[in-house]
Each structure stands twice: as C-alpha cells, then as structure tokens.
C-alpha cells in the first residue's frame, strides 16, 4: 500500500530504533543544527553548535548514520578543492520519522485515495474508483511478494503464514486464532475508519483481497467481519 514515488517513513522497529537514537541530548540538538543547515556540514562544525569535542561528535554522528537520519560522504565545504584529505561532512537523508503506538498508517490511505482520485474514470463513483485503486495495489503488492519469493503452489495454511507477514508489517497485529483463520487485531486506519467505515473498510477487504489475487494463494478469503477496536478484514477459508 505504499507508492515507490515519495520517500517513506522507517517502519516498525527501524522507526522506535531513530527515535531511540534521538533521545541523546547533544545528538538531538546537532541532528537539529544539521538539518537547518541546507547544506552538508562538517564534524568541526556538528560539536561546535552544542560544545563538544569533535571526537565525541563524531561517535554521536556515525550514531546517527546507522539510524539512517544522516549521510556522510567526503567532500570539501563549499565544493573548494584542497590539499589532503577531504573531510566527512553530515547532511540530512530524505526519511521522515513517524511512531504510534498501536500502529496508524494514515499516509497509506491518503496515497491510495489520492490514486483513486487521479485515476477515476467516466462513470465511476469516488468510493468505486478508491476500491479498484486498493484491490489494484493489493495484487501489485502480492504479485510483487510471489515472484521475490516464488512460494510454488500456496494452500490456505502457507498461504495464511505468507498474508500473515504482509499484514504485521502494515500495522494489522494479525493473530492465527486457527490453521486457517487470520485475525486482525488492529486498524491501521483509525480514527479516520470510524468516520466513514463503509468507505475504509471497503478499502481495506479490497487491498487485502487484492492481495491473496497477487500472491494466488488457493482456499482462503477475506471477508467483512467488524469486531470493536479491531479491523473489519477476517481471513479464513473460502466459503461455498
């Protein structure tokens, strides 16, 4: 449910490791001073905006680095040659840090309604054109997940523990109540769900149907079934 044209923020466990990281106080405040910069700046630079030793900077910076909040490359400020070494210089990376606890992907929905809207055609409604818009990007996403892994054949147990993957990492908290039957315990999309349900729901059974399409995984089905504070999408065996 994500689009490859804007960055995204880091999910999951890599979001809390980047919020962790700035919980230092001078890493904080340089990753602050760098980010107001515009322009790459130097470890020299980084320690002098909150007083510290540049070896101390440094290991703050690097820090920050591994969190993926910073680059580094060599390169001579101002772009003026020199003689020597070229020193490392720290600029901003274009990922934006986003935690809630439990999980909300509100810029997934706003992404896909935003598709619908591009993409409507003559005589389809608004919520028509956002329900072909998710089941669309639910199959690119399995077919996508089918041909990286290439799972063979998939029955509803395997294909359940494949769904199951998918859906943790979008914010579902997915819970096997049996062999054959999904649950998830989380909507990713509320509140905004519980202002127009019909419309988000329908969404989220179209993503998640596009999905089990994509990845071509045979006996299994999602369906409608609203539970409170619990997403309305229940996978289980096909009925019928």
Do not use: W
């Amino acid at each position: 449910m994500t689009s490859d044209a804007t960055p995204q923020p880091p999910a999951g466990d890599a979001a809390i490791e980047s919020v962790s990281v700035l919980g230092e106080g001078s890493r904080r405040q340089m990753f602050a001073f760098i980010r107001r910069q515009r322009r790459p700046v130097t470890r020299d630079e980084a320690a002098a905006s909150v007083g510290i030793s540049r070896k101390l900077a440094a290991f703050h910076l690097d820090k920050l680095v591994d969190a993926g909040l910073l680059r580094a490359r060599y390169e001579s400020p101002g772009g003026i040659r020199k003689v020597g070494r070229q020193p490392k210089v720290y600029e901003p990376t274009d990922s934006h840090i986003h935690v809630s606890i439990p999980d909300r992907r509100h810029e997934l929905l706003a992404d896909l309604l935003l598709e619908a809207v591009l993409t409507e055609d003559d005589g389809e409604s608004a919520a028509e054109a956002a329900l072909r818009s998710a089941r669309r990007r639910g199959r690119e996403l399995g077919a996508s997940e089918r041909e990286q892994t290439r799972p063979g054949r998939l029955g509803a147990e395997r294909g359940l523990s494949v769904c199951e993957r998918m859906l943790d990492q979008h914010g579902f908290e997915p819970v096997r109540e049996n062999p054959t039957q999904l649950r998830l315990r989380n909507c990713p999309f509320h509140p905004l769900a519980a202002k127009a349900p019909e419309l988000v729901c329908g969404m989220n059974h179209a993503f998640i149907t596009g999905y089990l399409e994509g990845l071509k995984v045979s006996g299994v089905e999602a369906t409608l079934a609203p539970r409170p504070r619990e997403c309305c999408v229940q996978l289980g065996p096909t009925k019928g």
